[in-house]
């Protein structure tokens, strides 16, 4: 298992849950393992996001049995082993239930550009409405990965989102701007709607300019800047500087 992957993953779990994406100890992330790409680490069942540190760590292969590690894994695993099967690009998968998202999800409607984070989903954001229950079997993680197809995030109506990163920071920014981008919206379908917002040129500009790899990396290290002056952040984890 590579320390330095587990550490980021690590990192991209708190950052989802100084986001508000915890949902009691529900809410995963897994990253490919560099050195075995049929194998996925991932958080495990059972703590919070942010209580998660390297010792937490699974290992899982792609039919979601656990490889290394002890801690039990999540029953929704699936999500990450196969879109991991279906997109040898994707290195890394977030699954989570952030509020706004969840309930945007609930609206049936389209995701619109109105602030700068919906630029980041201005070539479409599929919903999963199979089921509202949970991906517990390889069949609806198939189903998921198709849904997803080439497309870096979906919705799970009445559940919640699903994303898919060349890195965890890209994964993890992805999923913060996903529920930024819906809660934006949500403000402005309160005050009567939207009546104006980016055209998909200027949206694909903007994405290119504000949420290209580089920028995501540098707000993903800011994030865990800002997690670490936290003043709770006393784990062995922090402790390493
Ligand atoms: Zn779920």
């Known amino acids: 298992m590579s320390d330095k992957v587990a550490d980021k993953l690590v990192e991209g779990c708190h950052v989802l849950a100084d986001d508000g994406q915890g949902d009691l100890i529900w809410g995963h992330v897994s990253v490919r393992d560099p050195a075995r790409t049929d194998r996925l680490l991932m958080k495990p069942a059972g703590i919070g996001l942010e209580e998660l540190s390297c010792d937490d760590v699974i290992a899982v292969d792609l039919d979601g049995e656990r490889t290394s590690g002890t801690r039990a894994r999540h029953i929704e695993v699936f999500i990450h082993t196969e879109i991991m099967r279906a997109r040898p690009e ?115 500009i903007k994405r290119e300019r504000i949420y290209n790899l580089q920028s995501l990396q540098a707000a993903f290290d800011y994030c865990v800047r800002r997690h670490r002056a936290r003043p709770h952040a006393g784990c062995a984890h922090h402790s390493h500087g």
């Open 90 to 204: 994707v290195k890394a998968v977030v699954h989570t239930h952030p509020p706004h998202a969840v309930a945007f999800s609930s609206l049936c409607r389209k995701l619109l550009s109105v602030g700068h984070e919906g630029s980041m989903f201005c070539d479409g954001l599929p919903v999963f409405e199979r089921t509202s229950d949970l991906i517990v079997t390889a069949d609806l993680g198939q189903a998921v990965a198709t849904c997803l197809a080439g497309h870096n995030a979906l919705l799970l109506r009445n559940h919640g989102i699903v994303t898919a990163g060349r890195s965890i920071e890209e994964a993890v920014m992805t999923a913060v701007l996903l529920e930024k981008a819906c809660k934006v919206q949500m403000l402005a379908e309160q005050a009567g709607g939207p009546k104006v917002t980016t055209t998909l040129e200027e949206a694909r």
